[in-house]
């Protein structure tokens, strides 16, 4: 019932050069693998390059990160209304880099959702606790309090499309990555959240990726278990063949 969707999350690499290339080859590599949507998140200033290279139906591109309102004397940012003209289908919203270092909050998590669904952008709501929160057993109080703010004051009926990712900080690019076992129980926990938060359905139906050291060689245990729907890939999404080779690994 929810179709797997593993995402390229590029963060500040490739020009546009080099975005084109890699969708050049990355298409060749998957255009005859249709078990999972597959969405590319560039940098703002590849999102033209990537979207005008030619690529099959099921390769999605989004904006890594957006503000909240249409417009405005906001230096530096980029509006739904900008992503959308651009040929954005998808938003990453909060990743824990944007909280780390941006300033991105819970309240402007939720912010930014409440736009994207009213723009029509489907979101991919970045959560996880830091090493000290695990240590310190708060991991669910962390993740619960992360969801159950992003989502106040969201209409059910408006969330059909929204999607989370559970990347837990100290998996992120350190090569260290959640046991499955690990994993699902975090992805159980959210969908919990989510059910009291908005509705059961809308839990049921959301779609919750794992992010954080995803490779390879760790594809198929991690991507696609009973809570897990994908996979948010950083730089194991920078190599055209590594990343199909993710895609290829989640069919189980
Ligand atoms: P990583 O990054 O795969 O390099 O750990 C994941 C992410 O930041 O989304």
New binding site residues.
């Given amino acids: 019932m929810r179709k797997p969707l593993i995402a390229a ?1 590029w963060k500040m690499y490739k020009t546009p050069a080099e975005a084109a290339a890699f969708v050049q080859a990355f298409d060749l590599l998957v255009a005859h693998h249709h078990h999972a949507d597959i969405v590319l998140f560039p940098s703002a200033s590849s999102l033209a390059a990537v979207v005008g290279t030619p690529r099959s139906k099921h390769i999605q591109i989004g904006g890594q990160d957006m503000h909240w309102l249409n417009e405005g004397a906001y230096t530096g940012a980029t509006s739904p209304l900008m992503l959308k003209a651009i040929g954005c289908t998808h938003v990453l919203i909060g ?1 824990s ?1 944007r909280r780390q270092y941006f300033n991105e909050t819970d309240t402007t998590v939720n912010l930014k959702l409440k736009s994207a669904l009213a723009h029509d952008l489907i979101p991919i709501v970045c959560i996880g606790e830091h090493l000290n929160e695990r240590e310190s057993d708060l991991t669910a109080k962390v993740l619960e309090l992360q969801v159950a703010v992003a989502l106040e004051g969201i209409d059910p009926t408006t969330a059909h499309s929204m999607i989370f990712a559970y ?1 837990p900080v100290w ?3 350190t090569g260290r990555t959640a046991t499955p076992a690990t994993a699902e129980q975090a992805h159980k926990l959210i969908r919990g959240q989510i059910a009291a938060s908005l509705t059961p359905a809308i839990a049921a139906s959301t779609r919750i990726l794992y ?4 490779r390879p060689e760790n594809a198929a245990t991690l991507c696609c278990l009973e809570d897990i729907d994908g996979a ?5 999404s920078l190599d055209p063949n590594s990343f199909a080779e993710i895609i290829i690994q989640s069919k189980g």
């Avoid at 992010?211 to 995803?214: L, N, R």
């Avoid at 948010?232 to 194991?236: I, K, R």
């Fill in positions: 999350n990743h880099e990347e998996a992120i690019g992010g954080g050291s995803v948010l890939v950083g730089g194991a």
